[in-house]
């Protein structure tokens, strides 16, 4: 459930009317609701209320806005993070370093320096080479990284191929049937306390089923570690829920995937990190546009709006599916393209999609944008960063400026040597 509801015609993001919005800030705009965040992070948290010991890690790189991670912070949750960048937002937002678990295959020098200088409280390291040298830096520096091993344990997640993590021939963690002997290196070195194991399999998941598999693996594993005579005090079980993009779509309950977990982990004696990500934020947010102009196809017409490509990536990217609907519907439909002003044909949100009728210059929305959304844009096309605003109740603020390409020129040179 969502907080983005026409009343009285016109589409509302929680008290606020979109209209509003787009004549405050221009379009197009990302717009994010705190009660549906605030829902949302509830929701996962209450699901797993049967796991004694949790730390849930909002992933950043779904939504990395300053607002959306404070919202989340007061939450009481803590951030999954993929490189210092984010790790500076997370503690920019308040949270605390020792919640804070840094993940991701090609972690630098320096950002293991830095998140080691921060006090995080978890590395998932992704191979032995990076163990190595994470041990290296921490000893240099007289400290000790906590870390658990991420484990590839060759599950398909059935999602789509692009945002599938867990197969075998995926650059992710190590491989299941030699976790142990990696563990066993990276445990003996100093400056790491190798507490755990780490899985994520993938986004956008519409099945617990291979999520339960990839568990269990886990859990087998945790029984040889310390068998080995390992001590297991942490497990990380990644993100992946997926959400609703059509109204048709039936995802798993958060409460069937809490269920399900702490059936599986229930005699780990361990604690458990969760690291959901678009769970949390995906239907939190729309990116508001408005029709530049509809113009004359061969078979149905091209609606062509402010947003674009660079500005909301995913169909472009992945074909992935987004609601698009009138802020202020009239009530008759259309069969449309929905399109950019990028000059690619990539440049497609949907092609004859049935949707609200519209027309030169209403607004629309693409719904379910809030994770994988302005954080994936670029500047292409000499376009700028959208605006994005956050909505609480009858009042909004705008939480990231547009930056138009004109800034974005300023940064650039041409060297004397060229004049
Ligand atoms: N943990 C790790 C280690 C991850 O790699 C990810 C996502 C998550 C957690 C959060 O997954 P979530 O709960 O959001 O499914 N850009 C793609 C999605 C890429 C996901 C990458 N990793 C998209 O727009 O669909």
Known sequence: MDHFEIRNGVMHAEDVALPDIADAVGTPVYVYSRATLERHARVFRDALSDVPEKLIAFAVK???????????????????????????????????????????????????????????????????????????????????AHCALRINPDVDAGTH???????????????????????????????VNLRGVAVHIGS??????????????????????????????????????????????????????????????????????????????????????????????????????????????????????????????NGADMTANIVGPICETGDTFAMGRTCDQLKTGDLAVFRTAGAYGATMASSYNSRGFVAEVLVDGDRHAVVADRIDAGEIMDAERVPDWLV
């Open 62 to 144: 779904s939504n990395p806005n300053l607002a959306v991670l404070k919202v989340l912070q007061q939450q009481g949750y803590g951030a999954d993070v993929v490189s210092v960048g984010e790790m500076r937002r997370a503690l920019a937002a308040g949270i605390a370093p020792e919640k804070i678990v840094f993940s991701g295959v090609g972690k630098t020098g320096i950002e293991m320096k830095a998140a080691l200088e921060a006090g995080i409280g978890q590395f998932n390291i992704e191979s032995e080479e990076e163990g190595l040298e994470l041990a290296e830096i921490a000893e240099a520096m007289g400290r000790t």
């Open 204 to 329: 956008q998941l519409g099945d617990l089923a291979p999520l339960e598999r990839a568990f269990e693996k886990l859990g087998a594993l945790v029984v040889a570690l310390r068998g080995a005579g390992h001590t297991i005090t942490h497990v990380d079980l990644g993100g992946g829920l997926g959400v609703p993009y059509r109204k048709e779509d039936v995802m798993p309950p958060p409460a069937d995937y809490g269920a399900m977990v702490a059936r599986v982990t229930k005699d780990w004696g361990v604690a458990l990190i969760f690291e959901p990500g678009r769970v949390i934020a995906g239907n939190a947010g729309v990116l508001l546009t408005r029709v530049v102009r509809v113009k004359r196809g061969i078979n149905d017409p091209f609606v062509i709006v402010d947003a674009a490509m660079n500005d909301l990536a995913r169909p472009a990217l992945y074909g992935a599916y987004h609601d698009f609907a009138a802020v202020e519907p």
């Open 161 to 191: 191929d692009k945002i599938s993590t867990g197969k075998a021939d995926n650059k992710f963690g190590v491989p299941i049937d030699e976790a142990g002997q990696i563990f066993g290196k990276l445990a003996g070195q100093p400056g």
